[in-house]
């Protein structure tokens, strides 16, 4: 409405006229006769609102009602009985034609909007797509979703377990954050900068009993615990977020590093205090594997694959490999046969060493349970997974289970 009643303050709407006659006419644009201009000794331009437009421009003859016709007032000449030369002036569209159309893009661009806004909103659309998660029940427990992207995803379409436990860390940072105790560092809080101190993780537990596929989107609990005297426990439950299917769930335990001496520390009452007010007074979210994991060496192993390198991008702000990348070094020497057939379902790692971007690594992996020439018939296959240094030092102990994959979701190679 606004930009109408602009265009009608600067252009007169069409209105009914007399004839010689009397007559009332109505037209259906404004068309004023001609009059001469007025005198005027400033020689100034000056708006005639009844002009007649030229009735020819360049030539030719034109028709432009509702034109309005712009001269200047000489005492010597009159314009309005000479042929309009080609000026800049009158080769100017119809404004108030310009103005309309304007008008009606806006009015149909907020009519769009509204109806836009007013649409019914799924119920498997993320509330906050962008935002950093929330802090839930009685502010103990951190929540966060993700919507699983195209390049998260394996050969057999379903979400890789690397995509798996990234959400897990970034969860795992994001609730220090949003707790206010993230410092500058890489998940430290305050305190434990000023001492120098990181979160290094020593044990891991994980068991998927469903995989996520491409445009899911999961929703991932997480929550801190004691773990002994001087250590950490952090839990997460992963779920389906429009079914409320349980997912994933994985427990682990942290303990302090001092990040210039690359030695474990006691936990300092100073950052005890900073971190119990969140921790959580319950049982681990899986009961603890306390079975050994087999070493292994050249001669133990059914798979060795080595030369393995860090690169740059494996690095995190602490200097070291990132320990999801752990996990993709010791399913390099597992089987392709099984990983074609069969799906991660459970894994246990021991986390020994850290290594740095100048590490070269060896992946060992004995199968158990089966024998290795029918892992693709087999049903479920237990392997035993050893990461370690070209000197011999372990980096990563470890034990998988996997289970056979339904006909729907393994991947026709042929195709």
Same mark, same amino acid.
């Given at each position: 409405?606004?930009?109408?009643?602009?265009?009608?303050?600067?252009?007169?709407?069409?209105?009914?006229?007399?004839?010689?006659?009397?007559?009332?006419?109505?037209?259906?644009?404004?068309?004023?006769?001609?009059?001469?201009?007025?005198?005027?000794?400033?020689?100034?331009?000056?708006?005639?609102?009844?002009?007649?437009?030229?009735?020819?421009?360049?030539?030719?003859?034109?028709?432009?009602?509702?034109?309005?016709?712009?001269?200047?007032?000489?005492?010597?000449?009159?314009?309005?009985?000479?042929?309009?030369?080609?000026?800049?002036?009158?080769?100017?569209?119809?404004?108030?034609?310009?103005?309309?159309?304007?008008?009606?893009?806006?009015?149909?661009?907020?009519?769009?909007?509204?109806?836009?806004?007013?649409?019914?909103?799924?119920?498997?659309?993320?509330?906050?797509?962008?935002?950093?998660?929330?802090?839930?029940?009685?502010?103990?427990?951190?929540?966060?979703?993700?919507?699983?992207?195209?390049?998260?995803?394996?050969?057999?379409?379903?979400?890789?377990?690397?995509?798996?436990?990234?959400?897990?860390?970034?969860?795992?940072?994001?609730?220090?954050?949003?707790?206010?105790?993230?410092?500058?560092?890489?998940?430290?809080?305050?305190?434990?900068?000023?001492?120098?101190?990181?979160?290094?993780?020593?044990?891991?537990?994980?068991?998927?009993?469903?995989?996520?596929?491409?445009?899911?989107?999961?929703?991932?609990?997480?929550?801190?615990?004691?773990?002994?005297?001087?250590?950490?426990?952090?839990?997460?439950?992963?779920?389906?977020?429009?079914? &409320? =299917? /349980?997912?994933?769930?994985?427990?682990?335990?942290?303990?302090?590093?001092?990040?210039?001496? *690359? @030695? #474990?520390? $006691? +936990?300092?009452?100073?950052?005890? &205090? =900073? /971190?119990?007010?969140?921790?959580?007074?319950?049982?681990?979210?899986?009961?603890?594997?306390? *079975? @050994? #994991?087999? $070493? +292994?060496?050249?001669?133990?192993?059914?798979?060795?694959?080595?030369?393995?390198?860090?690169?740059?991008?494996?690095?995190?702000?602490?200097?070291?490999?990132?320990?999801?990348?752990?996990?993709?070094?010791?399913?390099?020497?597992?089987?392709?046969?099984?990983?074609?057939?069969?799906?991660?379902?459970?894994?246990?790692?021991?986390?020994?060493?850290?290594?740095?971007?100048?590490?070269?690594?060896?992946?060992?992996?004995?199968?158990?349970?089966?024998?290795?020439?029918?892992?693709?018939?087999?049903?479920?296959?237990?392997?035993?997974?050893?990461?370690?240094?070209?000197?011999?030092?372990?980096?990563?102990?470890?034990?998988?289970?996997?289970?056979?994959?339904?006909?729907?979701?393994?991947?026709?190679?042929?195709?």
């Amino acid at each position: 409405m606004v930009a109408t009643s602009a265009t009608s303050s600067f252009f007169p709407l069409p209105s009914s006229s007399l004839d010689p006659n009397g007559k009332t006419n109505k037209a259906t644009s404004t068309n004023f006769s001609g009059l001469n201009p007025t005198p005027n000794s400033s020689g100034r331009l000056k708006v005639k609102p009844n002009a007649q437009a030229p009735s020819k421009i360049n030539g030719k003859k034109v028709s432009l009602p509702g034109s309005v016709h712009i001269v200047k007032t000489d005492n010597n000449h009159d314009l309005s009985q000479q042929n309009a030369p080609r000026t800049f002036i009158n080769q100017l569209p119809d404004w108030s034609m310009l103005l309309a159309a304007i008008t009606t893009v806006f009015l149909a661009a907020e009519k769009q909007w509204m109806m836009l806004d007013t649409k019914p909103r799924r119920s498997d659309m993320i509330m906050d797509p962008f935002g950093l998660g929330r802090i839930v029940q009685d502010g103990l427990v951190y929540r966060q979703n993700f919507d699983i992207r195209s390049y998260e995803i394996g050969a057999d379409r379903s979400a890789s377990i690397e995509t798996v436990m990234n959400h897990l860390q970034e969860t795992a940072l994001n609730h220090v954050k949003s707790a206010g105790l993230l410092g500058d560092g890489f998940g430290s809080t305050p305190e434990m900068v000023k001492k120098n101190l990181i979160w290094v993780v020593t044990r891991m537990q994980v068991v998927v009993d469903k995989y996520p596929t491409w445009g899911d989107v999961v929703e991932v609990d997480t929550w801190v615990s004691k773990s002994g005297k001087n250590g950490m426990r952090r839990d997460w439950l992963v779920r389906d977020c429009n079914t &409320g =299917e /349980i997912l994933t769930r994985a427990s682990s335990v942290w303990v302090m590093m001092n990040k210039v001496t *690359r @030695k #474990l520390s $006691k +936990l300092p009452e100073e950052v005890r &205090g =900073e /971190i119990e007010p969140y921790f959580v007074n319950s049982d681990p979210i899986l009961a603890e594997d306390s *079975r @050994k #994991l087999t $070493k +292994l060496d050249d001669k133990t192993a059914d798979y060795v694959r080595s030369g393995l390198t860090p690169r740059w991008s494996d690095l995190d702000v602490n200097q070291h490999v990132n320990n999801v990348k752990y996990i993709g070094w010791i399913l390099e020497s597992a089987p392709v046969e099984m990983m074609e057939k069969h799906k991660l379902k459970s894994m246990t790692l021991e986390y020994r060493r850290e290594c740095g971007r100048d590490s070269v690594l060896q992946s060992l992996t004995a199968v158990s349970g089966c024998d290795v020439g029918s892992l693709g018939t087999a049903g479920e296959v237990e392997c035993q997974h050893l990461l370690r240094l070209q000197d011999g030092a372990e980096v990563v102990k470890g034990r998988t289970v996997w289970s056979s994959k339904t006909p729907s979701t393994t991947w026709d190679t042929t195709s």
